[in-house]
């Protein structure tokens, strides 16, 4: 198609041709047949402001600023109907009209995004402005990729290889500094002839669990020479006398320190198959299924593999394959869980504790546990982009809530066969579903959540984002951000590190460094089992995410992920002076609006009226850290209590005040604490129906179905 002059109006044909290229997986050649298979043909509008176009052959492209999308469908709908026109008998050719339309008030010019249109444009013009939407800022358009945009991309990922690097060694270094009087301390009191580990909580549960393992670990060098010498029949009567226990370990003997969720589950009698699930917007995320292998026959790899980026369908088309919900009778199925990990992590977080673990402690009380993570994670995959395409790391994490998670929830009930399921969400993972739920997002999700249990929940934060090295990310420039970090994986020399270095070294280190940067301890952990917590983090993430939690405008400026600080301190004043209005009121009988306003259907919908969440909200259970320095959820808690959300019913809260952000998941306490607790929860929370087509989870036949009421 011949190219228009500078000076001459473009056809809209033309501008059609242009929008097209800009948009599409590769550039478009009349001689190259394979590019047409990928030009872009629609947007789709995942939500309003969610749009992810549609190439010729099916593919899904991500992430295209909003007006770029409207564009382009205006402009196709224009060409389409020129073409219907200029084929009717007494119509005169249209051209001219349309191109008046274009021109008019309804059309979005090629520099309304600030962001250039050509698809060989330099990165430069790719990048959007520095002043953006405060909570989800816009985010760069990435063309298809030229000479020149590989050569600009080459020299991000060579600048941040550097620059990058560096900021992590200095981070390292800072770890290993501060560490030094840790160690004097301990040489000290070992000097002295004390035993600097005596004063930790759970000291003695420490040592009587190490000795479990070193038991179980001979155990199993026994079992397996027996197995060796032994026949089969011989050996199975044997180990069956010696094994009655419901869960055989299949796994067992030193500690590999693999990052291998299967692995794990097996040392405890469990099993774990992957399915893959594609979002609407092309990402390939791992979804991970616990099961019992004694009641529960592994699908096929054809159906664990099907992708289609489909969300809530009616039905999967049957394969012949036994899911999951036809593997058991009714009464005895099991209610299904699905559990989202943190930020930096993968779900393998929830699997490391051994039977302490959150999601195995969950799969052996009876429940159905998926494990769901997020895009990227370990293995970075895409529908059709490549991994140094800067459009495969391009998505924050609006796009993990409104694309990730339903993908996830749909997957699980598509192969469970329930109408709703139990969420259960740590640190990022509760973010991105504290955002898909809110009503601009994609709140019609909370209508497929019987629960959502949030652990160390990240809305506001805490104290802890005021150290030096996230005040640096925080007051650089997004362009600076970019130089430094990139614009594809966040400091992927980490992930490097995890494959070079052995898993104990790896281990430790990771515990210091992030020990360094979050303020964590080890002290409520099973220290024994601490290198194998670090085996799954951490994962491939985008320099574009990070910047959202870190950056200029997002969440460590903003504080809040919902709303802005200006919105969050108008707020808190109004509240505090409500209080002290009421104060006034009982104290000297004054009157004031704002404790007037507190009273009533009208006081509701005034402190309602900034609300994030509507109707479809599911119910919430809320476990938070005291000493949880990262976020802060006793605000959280603040904006539930004072009639902030008029729609959210809390059916249990907890604070608990010795615990640290990752306490919830990793404390040698955490079943008794927190797990008990889910458990329970997410059962009172099942619809009736649900109860009677499901197995009771343990020590749970006793618990009333909930009443909708709040709770504590």
Request: aromatic share 10%; charged share 25%.
């Amino acid at each position: 198609m011949a190219v228009t002059a500078v000076n001459q109006p473009s056809t809209l044909s033309d501008r059609y041709a242009r929008h097209v290229e800009h948009l599409s997986l590769q550039p478009q050649d009349e001689n190259n047949p394979e590019a047409a298979s990928t030009a872009a043909v629609q947007a789709n509008f995942i939500t309003p402001r969610d749009p992810v176009i549609q190439t010729a052959n099916g593919g899904r492209l991500p992430a295209v600023p909003l007006a770029e999308a409207e564009e382009l469908n205006r402009l196709k709908h224009a060409v389409e109907n020129e073409g219907s026109q200029s084929k009717k008998p007494g119509k005169t050719n249209t051209a001219s009209t349309a191109e008046q339309e274009t021109d008019g008030a309804t059309t979005v010019p090629d520099h309304a995004s600030g962001q250039s249109t050509k698809a060989d444009a330099p990165l430069r013009s790719a990048i959007p402005p520095t002043k953006t939407h405060p909570l989800f800022p816009q985010l760069p358009l990435y063309g298809p990729p030229t000479l020149l945009r590989n050569l600009q991309s080459a020299a991000f990922q060579l600048s941040s290889a550097v620059l990058s690097l560096a900021f992590l060694g200095t981070i390292v270094l800072g770890s290993l500094f501060t560490s030094i009087p840790l160690l004097f301390h301990y040489s000290y009191l070992r000097l002295t002839l004390r035993n600097p580990d005596a004063r930790r909580p759970f000291y003695d549960e420490e040592k009587r669990r190490q000795r479990l393992r070193k038991q179980s670990a001979r155990a199993w060098k026994r079992r397996r020479r027996r197995a060796s010498f032994s026949k089969p029949d011989d050996c199975d009567n044997k180990e069956r006398s010696r094994h009655e226990e419901e869960y055989e370990p299949k796994e067992g003997g030193k500690d590999p320190l693999i990052c291998d969720v299967g692995y794990y589950a097996r040392r405890v009698g469990l099993e774990v198959e992957e399915f893959c699930v594609q979002t609407e917007d092309g990402f390939i995320l791992a979804l991970w299924h616990i099961y019992n292998p004694e009641e529960y026959t592994r699908t096929s790899s054809s159906h664990r593999d099907r992708d289609e980026p489909i969300v809530f369908p009616m039905s999967y088309l049957d394969d012949g394959d036994a899911s999951p919900s036809q593997q058991h009778p009714p009464g005895s199925r099991r209610y299904p869980v699905l559990l989202v990990h943190g930020l930096l992590q993968s779900a393998g977080s929830y699997c490391t504790n051994d039977d302490d673990s959150l999601a195995f402690y969950l799969a052996k009380s009876g429940y159905d546990v998926w494990l769901g993570n997020n895009r990227h994670g370990m293995q970075p995959r895409h529908q059709m982009l490549s991994y140094n395409d800067p459009r495969m790391w391009n998505w924050n994490i609006r796009q993990m809530g409104v694309m990730d998670l339903p993908a996830l929830v749909s997957r699980v009930l598509s192969e469970t066969d329930f109408p709703k399921l139990g969420l259960v969400c740590h640190s990022q993972g509760t973010t991105e579903t504290f955002v898909a739920l809110a009503k601009e997002q994609r709140p019609e999700l909370g209508n497929k959540i019987s629960v959502f249990c949030a652990l160390a929940p990240a809305v506001y934060a805490g104290p802890l984002i005021g150290k030096m090295y996230f005040k640096f990310m925080r007051i650089i420039s997004p362009g600076t951000f970019r130089v430094i970090f990139g614009i594809h994986a966040f400091i992927p020399f980490m992930m490097t590190m995890h494959r070079w270095l052995p898993g104990s070294l790896y281990g430790a280190l990771g515990y210091r460094v992030f020990s360094f940067l979050f303020n964590w301890s080890d002290t409520r952990w099973d220290r024994g089992l601490r290198n194998r917590f670090f085996q799954f983090a951490p994962v491939y993430v985008s320099a574009e995410s990070m910047r959202w939690w870190l950056g200029r405008e997002c969440f460590a400026s903003q504080k809040c992920i919902l709303a802005t600080m200006e919105e969050g301190r108008r707020e808190e004043e109004e509240d505090e002076g409500e209080v002290e209005a009421m104060e006034n009121y009982f104290d000297r009988g004054e009157t004031h609006q704002t404790e007037e306003r507190g009273h009533g259907a009208e006081g509701r919908r005034w402190r309602g009226r900034n609300a994030w969440y509507d109707e479809q909200v599911p119910p919430f259970a809320l476990w938070i850290g005291g000493s949880d320095e990262l976020v802060d959820g006793r605000r959280l808690l603040r904006r539930f209590e004072r009639g902030r959300e008029p729609c959210v019913r809390v059916v249990h809260q907890k604070i608990i005040e010795e615990y640290e952000h990752l306490d919830v998941i990793w404390a040698m306490d955490m079943v008794e604490t927190v797990g008990k607790e889910v458990k329970e929860v997410i059962w009172r929370t099942a619809s009736s129906a649900a109860r009677k087509d499901c197995r009771v989870p343990k020590d749970c036949g006793d618990l009333e179905i909930w009443d909708g009421s709040a709770g504590r």
